[in-house]
């Protein structure tokens, strides 16, 4: 949400000696979240005033003039120009070497067009955001100053601020809601504008008939008719403070109802009256299947649940989200039809999700508008109607409100706040910090003070402990005194939980001594690309009010998120990296009509190795290595009785391995599908290995027992062997540890080599064994026994031979 400080201080004094980066400051400790601050003049930075002297025609393009520009420099410029409007002694924009284009965001550079110099830009309104307009070049006062910076000719002395607003913080959405806020750090209440209306002799309810069928979903509807207006380009005031907060200007009916919407957080809507077929106005919902074409030109399909305002012949509007095509203001219309309602926010969001339609109304009323300033919204509207259009204002607001809320009251304890914030703060101080931001003291109840909500509340604050929050704010974090310690001592893990959590303390410190980095992803994932995982859909559990259709279900496993982690690093950091991650987390499933939740790790690979093989080079991750970094980790964890299971459909081109210690499954070892990886852009291999935490727990001891390091120094032999290519590595190297007996320490796979000058069928695979002993140095006639012996078991049993 962009909230602009010019339009800000229409509502509240700000004090000319604070400086931008002090305001920023403190409205962050209030709890705002400032994601970003634009200062308007810096946008215009290399713009100038300047005086077209002389236009030519381009002598190798049709379309294009040459011209000679002043712009209060020792030279004249030279600039190409394509607009058909350009000409010799207009007052121009000039965007000079080095200006950045608002729209496009693209640098000027000095540059020939076809074959001609060009040492700048004349611009227009559109490249400048200043509107949609893009006939031609923006000609400006002749009395404009050669030279001037264009951010001092139209005044650009605005300030920014891009406020990130979160789910329970709908007030939030307007100048109105963010005034209040800063107006609560200077002790300010905020000034709302004054409404004065002329009302005709002629009651809305004889032009209009509204009633609410939906009443279950829409609280209130509010209408008002405003005849013989004059739709025309708003004054240069209003199209400022909306492109102020990104709005282009379309006419002035459009841009008052938007400008109202942004300053009261109210969303507003104004129809063509003379469209409105039997002149009634009917709140219902749509039937499934019906088709309506939105103010943007698409065709929409509704569902039952689809909030809808309707005239006598049918649809003219998506409640709370967008108008119909059939009713909207036209540069013809000169009658309005002025809606303001409040809808409910659940069915609001529900439906805009449906539909896949977002926009500036419907995001407000997903997060819960005031229903008090329903009614203050339609009449700020109308006076500005009144003054900017023209024409009759029909008399008293058409207001159809079937039930008032109730009002919201919540007690709050100074015991209570002062236990929670480590503060010493009295009733009289905690009661000026609530009346700050609206909160009003109705009475005292044994040592509970009682607040009534403000509305523009109602759906975030029900709690003591949400009124102790917004007296944190408001006091100020920084005011907080923080002398607790809150270090955790996590030597001894079995005073913080489940020996999952010393589990995955030890997981962590092994993985990232290994070289992985830790990833931590969402566990709501979207179910269409969680079947594509899943082995039974039927345990994926959806969620039934999903915030997005990206995060609508609970994951089944850890490789989506970690696919999702993998794709984004190689499309923003190029594909020739190494990517090697782990995540623990749970996993949630649908059994038996029981929800299941597992601990589960995850470890993945993908890319380039991170050390190259003095043998092959620079090479990618592949099976092996995954391979060995689960067998490494297994071992880490004393379960050294593990066999691995392999599996191939046939179908796909993944590859799978079922880890098991005594037949059970405690893990999977896979080469991902490339059909999966598609889903997240992914052109690299990637190899994942994960683990059952809960199992793995059960098969771990509890006390772990070291053997000593040899004092002798080990012996390494390489081995390269000869071998079908249907023996497994697996058999090789049981057959290689059966043999070497108690002296063999390490085996080690180096290369596997496959060429038809070794043999039709066969591969070359070649080992590095190292030999120790605990009680000597071992000699050579040793070592080359355990070989011989070695050998000879693996050509009588698998046919193996040494590569000559």
Not at 591 to 615: H, N, Q, V, Y
Request: glycine share 6%; proline share 2%; with cysteine.
């Amino acid at each position: 949400m962009k909230i602009s400080l010019n339009w800000v201080k229409e509502y509240i004094s700000v004090p000319e000696t604070e400086s931008i980066d002090a305001l920023q400051d403190k409205m962050i400790s209030t709890g705002l979240d400032i994601e970003g601050v634009e200062n308007e003049a810096g946008k215009l930075k290399n713009f100038v005033v300047g005086e077209v002297l002389e236009k030519i025609k381009h002598p190798d393009a049709d379309k294009l003039s040459l011209c000679k520009v002043n712009v209060g420099g020792e030279e004249n410029l030279s600039i190409v120009c394509g607009a058909p409007n350009v000409d010799a002694g207009q007052k121009v924009c000039v965007a000079l070497i080095g200006a950045i284009i608002p729209n496009g965001d693209f640098e000027i550079k000095k540059s020939k067009i076809r074959g001609q110099l060009s040492e700048g830009m004349i611009c227009s309104e559109k490249e400048l955001n200043m509107s949609d307009n893009h006939d031609g070049i923006m000609v400006l006062d002749p009395k404009a100053k050669i030279g001037e910076k264009f951010a001092d000719y139209i005044k650009a002395n605005d300030v920014v601020f891009d406020i990130g607003i979160t789910a329970n913080r709908g007030d939030l959405f307007s100048h109105f809601g963010v005034a209040r806020e800063i107006g609560a750090l200077y002790n300010e209440k905020i000034k709302i504008p004054e409404i004065k209306i002329t009302e005709s002799e002629k009651p809305t309810t004889e032009l209009i008939k509204i009633s609410i069928e939906a009443n279950d979903v829409c609280k209130r509807f509010t209408g008002r008719v405003i005849s013989n207006v004059t739709i025309k380009e708003s004054p240069e005031w209003l199209k400022k403070r909306l492109r102020s907060v990104g709005l282009n200007p379309k006419n002035n009916i459009v841009d008052i109802t938007n400008y109202v919407m942004f300053e009261t957080g109210q969303p507003l809507h104004a129809f063509d009256y003379d469209k409105i077929n039997g002149k009634e106005i009917i709140v219902k919902k749509a039937k499934d299947g019906d088709k309506f074409m939105t103010l943007d030109g698409k065709e929409r399909v509704l569902n039952s649940e689809s909030l809808m305002i309707c005239d006598a012949n049918g649809y003219t509007g998506i409640a709370g989200v967008m108008g119909g095509k059939n009713s909207e203001i036209s540069d013809n219309t000169k009658n309005i039809f002025l809606e303001s309602a409040y809808f409910d926010a659940v069915s609001i969001r529900k439906n805009s999700k449906k539909l896949g339609l977002m926009t500036d109304a419907s995001q407000r009323f997903e997060r819960g508008v005031d229903i008090n300033m329903v009614k203050y919204a339609s009449e700020r509207a109308t006076q500005l109607f009144m003054e900017l259009a023209g024409g009759n204002v029909s008399k008293e607001l058409y207001d159809v409100y079937p039930e008032k809320f109730e009002i919201v009251k919540v007690p709050v304890r100074v015991s209570k706040t002062n236990d929670v914030l480590g503060t010493e703060l009295n009733e009289d101080e905690i009661t000026g910090l609530l009346e700050k931001i609206e909160f009003k003291f109705t009475d005292k109840e044994s040592d509970k003070l009682i607040f009534e909500v403000p509305e523009f509340r109602r759906l975030d604050v029900a709690r003591e402990i949400d009124l102790i929050e917004e007296i944190a704010r408001i006091y100020g974090y920084d005011n907080i005194e923080g002398e607790m310690n809150f270090n955790i001592n996590v030597t001894n893990a079995a005073n913080y939980g489940s020996r999952i959590f010393k589990l995955n303390r030890e997981i962590t410190e092994y993985l990232t001594g290994r070289g992985f980095n830790q990833i931590l992803t969402n566990p709501l994932a979207e179910e269409k690309l969680l079947k594509k995982f899943a082995e039974d859909n039927d345990s994926i559990i959806p969620l039934k009010n999903s915030i997005s259709v990206e995060m609508d279900s609970m994951r089944t496993g850890m490789i989506y998120g970690m696919l999702k982690i993998i794709g984004f690093n190689f499309n923003n950091s190029g594909k020739d990296i190494s990517l090697k991650f782990f995540e623990s987390g749970r996993i949630f499933k649908n059994t038996e009509k029981k929800f299941k939740e597992e601990d589960r790790l995850i470890i993945a690979m993908s890319g380039k190795k991170d050390s190259e093989s003095i043998f092959d080079g620079e090479k990618n991750f592949d099976f092996f290595d995954i391979k060995g970094e689960a067998e490494m980790f297994l071992y880490k964890l004393n379960l050294e009785n593990f066999s691995l299971f392999y599996y191939n459909d046939n179908v796909s081109d993944g590859i799978k391995a079922d880890i098991r210690i005594n037949d059970e499954i405690i893990g999977e070892i896979y080469k991902i599908d490339s059909r999966l990886k598609k889903e997240f852009e992914i052109d690299q291999d990637v190899f994942a290995a994960e683990f059952y935490l809960n199992k793995l727990i059960s098969k771990t001891g509890k006390e772990k027992k070291y053997t000593e390091i040899s004092k002798f120094p080990s012996v390494k032999r390489d081995l390269a062997l000869i071998a079908d290519t249907g023996v497994k590595y697996d058999e090789i190297k049981d057959y290689i540890v059966k043999s070497s007996g108690k002296y063999l320490k390490k085996l080690n796979l180096f290369d596997i080599y496959e060429d038809e000058k070794i043999g039709k069928n066969k591969k070359s695979i070649a080992f590095t064994l190292e030999f120790s002993s605990n009680e000597k140095t071992l000699t050579d006639e040793e070592t080359g026994n355990i070989v011989k012996k070695i050998l000879k078991n693996l050509e009588k049993n698998l046919g193996v031979t040494l590569r000559a």
